[in-house]
């Protein structure tokens, strides 16, 4: 199911001007990366499945040329799910190979994470930013039933 991509794009743009770099995970068709390099973010995505890959840069050729995606997976090589915060409904991928060497950059590298997590998948969204992602950096997320949330990473202090 596609996000509410007016709802999306009315989040960019309130984020204009606030943060420059910009990661989709699971691209997909890449409408939403697009979305952000037309608005003038440095716009990346990652997906797993290289035809999606394929299909999203014939349309940033088109439409947002400045646009790059990459094949693999938007959890980082490394990240670790502590099975003690839950294991029931995970349908993300831990042991697929990242991305990111693809793109030359780390998830730390990204000001905006925007997700549209499975359900019930929001809580491991958030750990991986607060594991791989730079300190204040923002995770934008689309719910179907909640609509678009914002939430700024927070390293924990040591």
């Known amino acids: ?4 991509y007016p709802l ?3 989040s960019l743009i309130e984020l204009q001007g606030k943060a420059s770099t910009f990661l989709e995970w699971g691209s997909g068709l890449g409408v939403v990366t697009l ?9 990346y995505g990652l997906e797993v499945a290289p035809e999606l890959v394929e299909h999203a840069e014939r349309l940033a050729k088109r439409y947002a040329p400045n646009a790059v995606f990459a094949t693999g997976s938007f959890v980082p090589n490394g990240y670790v799910w502590d099975p003690e915060m839950g294991e029931d409904g995970l349908r993300t991928d831990f042991d697929a190979s990242d991305g990111y060497d693809d793109l030359g950059m780390d998830l ?3 000001d905006i994470v925007y997700a549209y997590p499975w359900p ?9 930013m607060k594991h791989h992602a730079a300190d204040r950096a923002l995770l934008l ?9 914002l939430h700024r990473n927070r390293k924990p202090r040591r």
């Open 1 to 4: 199911m596609p996000a509410d």
């Open 8 to 10: 999306v794009l009315q």
């Open 35 to 43: 979305m952000a390099s037309a608005l003038g973010f440095e716009a």
């Open 108 to 110: 730390q590298d990204f």
């Open 120 to 128: 019930d998948e929001h809580h491991v969204f958030r750990d991986i």
């Open 141 to 149: 997320t689309f719910d179907v039933r909640e609509g678009t949330a």
